[in-house]
């Protein structure tokens, strides 16, 4: 079978690197905040263009830890897509808050800013919840729409998080979508595009006390500088708990894992423009749709998509010569037990439930081979034959 994706490859590139970074923790042994936190912090800052970045667990803390830090609660309404991982919606009733599905836009998968608009207005009008905030995916590594997100999101008075799990490194018109949102949040599970082995995540923002606060509610609540109002500290900060918080902490050696994987992660991206570049110019016309990105955004292909009328045929043709293929994602969540009695904007969802039943992801990372991919492209070709029985 053909890697969906080839961890192994990119570890026989960094081995001696990794291997060397690892031995440094177990022999300082710091290994709970120990220094490579801190220094990997710095530079994932730098690389996603904002004043902090602040590490923690996993990529769904990463989400939570915007809106406890704002206050988000009972009697709020967060906005975000169906078509997603669950953690984007999980965390919000986390909290108390209420999400509010909202449709995608059909070439990008990513949140329709009109179906925004109405699904915020229509909450106004029933008055029940107070809009608080948007959560927006960079879904299979492509920005979101954020210029028209964040000014739909200033016009009302909401925050906005970028949920870039998938898309950490995707940019629009040169920006990162630090640019535009009030928080970025990404993960660092092991398939992601910059991912480590195992679980891990980060918040990036440019507000200082959105920082602070978070710095806080990930280690329990512990008191911060700005909990001390001028007055000396007596105790340990750590054992003076001024909130409700959790624990939430990049492991040092996935810190110093980390450190080796984002220094070539620059070049993975590139190295994916390619890929994606092949198959797009490999499937045109044999499949129902590849995918299309944004106007002046850049993707880091997370996943590559394509639609298909015939998908589960197509998926298990794949399976019989060896390739692997994925479904992100079948179910939407709006239509998931836990999730379905939350509100979905005015008119329903039907992009998200129509894409649910046609997308298929295709192997994909920076070391795909030129000749696996051709592989992959003749055995879609191969299913379909003909490209106007697709298109019809
Ligand atoms: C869109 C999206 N948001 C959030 C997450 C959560 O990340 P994690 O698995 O690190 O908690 C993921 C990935 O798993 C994801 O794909």
Redesign the pocket.
């Known amino acids: 079978m053909i890697p969906f994706i080839d961890l192994a490859a990119q570890q026989v590139r960094l081995k001696p690197r990794i291997d060397a970074a690892i031995q440094k923790v177990l022999a300082h042994g710091f290994y709970v905040m120990g220094p490579e936190v801190g220094a990997f912090e710095e530079q994932l800052a730098e690389f996603g263009r904002a004043r902090f970045a602040l590490s923690c667990g996993?990529?769904?803390?990463a989400?939570a830890l915007p809106l406890m830090a704002w206050g988000i609660g009972a009697g709020d309404a967060v906005f975000c897509p169906s078509f997603?991982?669950a953690?984007?919606p999980e965390v919000v009733p986390w909290t108390g808050a209420t999400p509010v599905f909202v449709d995608i836009l059909p070439d990008t998968y990513n949140l329709d800013p009109d179906h925004l608009e109405a699904a915020i207005e229509a909450v106004k009008a029933k008055g029940e919840l107070r809009p608080a905030a948007v959560i927006a995916?960079d879904?299979f590594g492509q920005p979101a729409d954020y210029p028209r997100l964040s000014q739909i999101c200033r016009r009302h008075g909401l925050k906005l998080i970028a949920?870039s799990?998938?898309g950490f490194g995707c940019t629009l018109y040169g920006e990162h979508p630090t640019f535009w949102a009030d928080a970025v949040t990404t993960?660092?599970?092991p398939a992601?595009p910059l991912g480590g082995y195992g679980?891990?995540?980060a918040v990036l923002t440019d507000d200082p006390a959105l920082w602070e606060r978070m710095d806080s509610l990930r280690v329990h609540g512990k008191l911060v500088k700005s909990d001390l109002g001028g007055h000396p500290l007596q105790h340990d900060p750590k054992y003076l708990n001024q909130r409700i918080g959790m624990n939430s902490r990049l492991d040092t050696l996935q810190a110093a894992i980390l450190i080796e994987k984002l220094g070539v992660f620059a070049e993975e991206i590139e190295a994916r423009q390619d890929v994606a570049q092949r198959y797009a110019e490999g499937l045109k016309g044999h499949v129902y749709a590849t995918p299309k990105v944004i106007e002046g955004g850049r993707s880091v292909w997370a996943q590559y998509v394509i639609e298909h009328h015939d998908r589960d045929g197509l998926a298990a043709h794949l399976k019989a010569l060896g390739v692997p293929t994925a479904v992100y994602y079948p179910v939407p969540m709006h239509r998931q037990a836990p999730y379905a009695g939350f509100p979905v904007g005015p008119g329903g969802l039907p992009v998200s439930e129509t894409k649910a039943g046609r997308v298929l992801a295709l192997p994909m990372h920076a070391y795909l081979t030129e000749d696996v991919q051709d592989f992959i492209i003749e055995g879609v070709r191969g299913y379909n034959g003909s490209a106007e029985a697709e298109a019809a």
């Open positions: 996993n990529g769904t803390d989400l997603t991982f953690a984007t995916v879904l949920d799990a998938q993960s660092f599970f992601k679980d891990g995540g």
